[in-house]
């Protein structure tokens, strides 16, 4: 059962790869860190990369190697993803939750004491969302934000408030349903290919090996089956905005061509938010920076981190 390992085209790069742990008051967070002897890191501050949702650190692996060459990166698992801890028996993955996490993670490990004044941000997904929320709440500890195919947090009107925590509550008292064993991480692969993001097998088998965890003659995941129950409480679209304009720090948006926010109306309000804000396009799906040709978005991401 020794195949969850990273597997050699990671490890094979100019960067050194790491596991890291950072332990927390309620929760230890799990992630990589990729280092390159030959950067010109210079003044730059540490990155901190933030995944999707039910994904993992592993979605930065075929950029990290470039942006190492920037700065030393840090791609954290998010609690209940990867190889980090569970939220505890009888609390939920609220969004506000993960920013709380990251609060403490870069305040106790990056900005303490005697460490760097701030950071870069590179978030996917729920980790721009993530990120976005952060830099909010925290600009003086965030230098650039990056956002991939990812523009603040997912919004319900208000009328729909109470059939939400409603739709909510039931699920957390039905629970989740056992969970499926896969004879190998093939199988397994051919699950996460297909939804609402899809992925190529090659892409699939990249990232979920640190999703996944052996029991019996197979594989299960180790992902929190409560990652998938509805929130009790969603933002309006006024509050998402409000968000987005409190960011100080410059940012980059990439939208990826395929992407989940390719063909998304009404989000004028939201890019008109964010005063200090680039927006690029690149080629590919949500995944732009996993799935097929990489290149762009790493190129793209390196020279915004750079320059100044």
């Known amino acids: 059962m020794n195949d969850l390992a990273i597997s050699p085209e990671i490890c094979d790069s100019k960067a050194q790869l790491r596991e890291m742990e950072w332990p927390l008051q309620h929760i230890t967070l799990a992630g990589l860190s990729w280092a390159s002897e030959d950067a010109s890191q210079g003044s730059n501050p540490p990155v901190i990369m933030l995944h999707g949702w039910l994904d993992n650190s592993l979605t930065f692996s075929q950029i990290a190697p470039e942006l190492a060459q920037v700065s030393s990166l840090y791609a954290v698992d998010m609690a209940g993803h990867g190889h980090s801890g569970h939220r505890p028996s009888g609390q939920s993955y609220q969004l506000m939750e993960y920013v709380a996490d990251i609060a403490e993670l870069i305040e106790t490990y990056f900005c303490g004491s005697g460490q760097s004044e701030k950071v870069d941000i590179v978030g996917h997904s729920l980790g721009g969302i993530v990120g976005s929320l952060y830099a909010a709440a925290f600009p003086e500890r965030v230098r650039k934000l990056v956002m991939i195919d990812s523009l603040g947090a997912l919004s319900r009107p208000i009328s729909e408030t109470i059939p939400q925590l409603r739709k909510s509550i039931n699920k957390r008292i039905s629970g989740s ?132």
Request: contains cysteine.
């Open 177 to 308: 349903g056992r969970s499926a064993v896969y004879p190998d991480i093939t199988a397994a692969a051919k699950v996460r290919e297909g939804g609402l993001s899809p992925l190529s097998h090659e892409a699939a088998l990249t990232l979920i090996p640190r999703n996944l965890k052996p029991e019996g003659k197979g594989y299960v995941w180790r992902t929190d089956a409560r990652l998938r129950h509805p929130s009790s409480l969603m933002m309006s679209e006024d509050q998402v905005v409000a968000s987005l304009k409190a960011v100080e720090s410059p940012t980059l948006f990439v939208r990826a061509k395929e992407g989940l926010l390719a063909s998304r109306k009404g989000l004028d309000d939201r890019l008109n938010a964010m005063l200090n804000m680039q927006k690029v396009e690149v080629p590919g799906g949500h995944h732009c920076h996993l799935d097929g040709d990489t290149r762009p978005v790493a190129d793209i991401v390196r020279n915004f981190l750079e320059n100044e």
